[in-house]
């Protein structure tokens, strides 16, 4: 069975910063790209950044670049988001998203809320 767990979100006043977390299992985390979507109430899941298996490229949404990073640890089966200067716009449920190198299957998390606010 294929889980996808995030973690790492929170409160976080404006120009603050946090680290999400998506810790997979039940697949072979090496062979699929990992990709970290957002979503607010009323508004579509958007694609916030993307990295493929081997960890290059990458490839970001134009709200977050030079702000946000993703990476991601093969030997933990974990990828990241590392979310800086985050501003009350970037407040949205954060789900990461593994999807099938050669499959096409896409797997989800739960989803971890973010929240910037003062």
């Known amino acids: 069975q294929v889980q996808l767990v995030e973690s790492g979100g929170g409160l976080v006043q404006p120009g603050g910063s946090l680290r999400l977390s998506c810790a997979g299992s039940?697949?072979?985390?090496?062979?699929?790209?990992m990709s970290w979507y957002r979503q607010v109430p009323g508004k579509e899941r958007e694609l916030v950044a993307r990295?493929?298996?081997?960890?290059?490229?990458?490839d970001y949404a134009d709200s977050v670049v030079g702000r946000f990073t993703i990476s991601r640890d093969n030997a933990k089966n974990t990828a990241y988001l590392q979310m800086n200067s985050l501003k009350p716009e970037d407040t949205a449920v954060y789900y990461c998203?593994?999807?099938?190198?050669?499959?096409?299957?896409?797997?989800w998390g739960q989803g971890t809320q973010v929240t910037v606010s003062s």
């Open positions: 998203c593994a999807i099938g190198r050669w499959s096409g299957q896409a797997y």
């Open positions: 039940g697949l072979s985390f090496t062979y699929y790209f």
């Open positions: 990295i493929s298996s081997t960890g290059e490229p990458t």
